[in-house]
């Protein structure tokens, strides 16, 4: 089995066999060997090439053998911040999945949901913790919490964190932790406020980089469709009804227009569902639980959802507006295109978004292809030829229920 020759003990293999993976990423064959020697790491990967596995598996490893000096006792060993509610689910679903056929704890702390369940649960002992920073500072302000003991520290998503004003929490927190420990740390870009953080908290870590930074993934096909800004939701009922796409993730820039496009796409006769930082957790779960099994066929998200979102075949990602910073970008469409399927990423970009589209070519370091739909156009002042497709503009089209699903 590829995951033995790694170092990964059988129970872990077999779980890891139980998923329906049988060899690893790149990432996860070059990081399981460093962090199972106890190195410090500092890892870049394009997101849905196996990251959380690539640290979760030898980290449960390395508790399940130090496990036994604890004489029972649950101290917090392994510690993982993420930036969003989802991303704790996500990671925290993940340690659980792997680290079935070992006598390990864990579990997921943030925001949004009451406490008190919580707090039970630490109370009787976790041996692995994945938690957002504003919760986890708010457990320990409590006393329900000790950090004091932890000997595996993971940032994931750690440019994400600082994008979200996050770095005083983490600062706060860091000062809790043993000075002795290994840390690793994950990001999807290297900016300078990135590599002063890593310089204060790794030892001579070793570097993993799968794929070129900053770089959507190869397996996502990119497309722009110019459209004038009012003319944005037309087009995006056409799009969705004339090729019956199924499962649609949405990109909005605020909570508001998201709410207000979800209502617009039911009027247009299409099934959506919102997910932002406004709805409680409940309702966060149950709106992805119903886009998963395919109950509503259009999900609009803000980007706060962008990185805990994880749906391993998402055929379409559609950025109705373009983000303000452009990395957001990347992270979007790399909802799309993971553990190997194709994806497609189409930005409705109006005249108003020619300097955030500019900023996103120049970081990506490619021109997106431009393809105007007959009868929406826009200029965008880019000087670029465009292709037209020829498709009849439809106004208030509602979604076909029949013929043949568009290919992902």
Do not use: C
């Not at 980290?59 to 604890?70: A, F, T, W």
């Not at 978004?353 to 292809?369: H, V």
């Amino acid at each position: 089995m590829p995951f033995l020759s790694l170092g990964l003990r059988p129970e872990l293999a077999r779980a890891v066999s139980d998923k329906g993976y049988s060899s690893p990423t790149p990432i996860q064959a070059k990081a399981i060997p460093l962090i199972l020697e106890g190195r410090d790491l500092m890892g870049s990967a394009q997101t849905g090439t196996g990251k959380t596995a690539g640290f979760t598996l030898p980290i449960l490893q390395r508790l399940d053998q130090s496990g036994r000096q604890h004489n029972g006792a649950r101290p917090v060993r392994a510690l993982t911040i993420v930036p969003t509610r989802e991303l704790a689910i996500q990671v925290n679903q993940s340690v659980e999945d792997y680290g079935k056929w070992l006598q390990l704890e864990s579990t997921a702390v943030f925001g949004g949901v009451n406490i008190n369940p919580q707090k039970k649960k630490l109370a009787r002992g976790v041996d692995f913790l994945v938690a957002t920073p504003g919760r986890l500072l708010d457990l320990v302000n409590q006393g329900s919490v000790d950090l004091s003991r932890v000997e595996i520290l993971v940032l994931d998503e750690a440019d994400r964190m600082l994008d979200m004003g996050f770095i005083r929490d983490i600062r706060k927190l860091l000062a809790l932790l043993p000075r002795k420990k290994q840390t690793l740390l994950f990001s999807a870009t290297f900016s300078d406020a990135i590599k002063q953080l890593a310089a204060g908290l790794l030892q001579s870590p070793a570097l993993v980089e799968i794929g070129q930074r900053n770089n959507a993934g190869e397996s996502v096909e990119q497309l722009i469709h110019p459209v004038e800004k009012d003319r944005k939701r037309e087009l995006l009922s056409y799009l969705i009804g004339s090729n019956n796409w199924q499962q649609v993730l949405v990109f909005s820039r605020t909570k508001h227009g998201s709410n207000r496009l979800v209502k617009q796409l039911i009027s247009d006769g299409i099934k959506a569902t919102a997910i932002h930082g406004n709805k409680s957790q409940s309702a966060r779960i149950e709106a992805l639980s119903d886009f998963k099994s395919g109950k509503v066929q259009v999900l609009v998200a803000t980007d706060i959802a962008a990185r805990g979102l994880d749906i391993e075949q998402l055929p379409h990602v559609i950025n109705y507006e373009l983000p303000q910073v452009a990395e957001d970008y990347v992270h979007r469409i790399g909802r799309t295109g993971r553990a190997g399927y194709r994806g497609h990423a189409i930005s409705l970009v109006s005249s108003e978004e020619s300097a955030q589209l500019r900023d996103i070519e120049r970081l990506i370091k490619r021109q997106i292809p431009r393809q105007e739909v007959t009868g929406y156009g826009a200029d965008l002042s880019r000087g670029v030829t465009v292709e037209k497709v020829s498709q009849k503009p439809n106004k208030r089209r509602r979604r076909s229920r029949s013929g043949p699903r568009m290919a992902a």
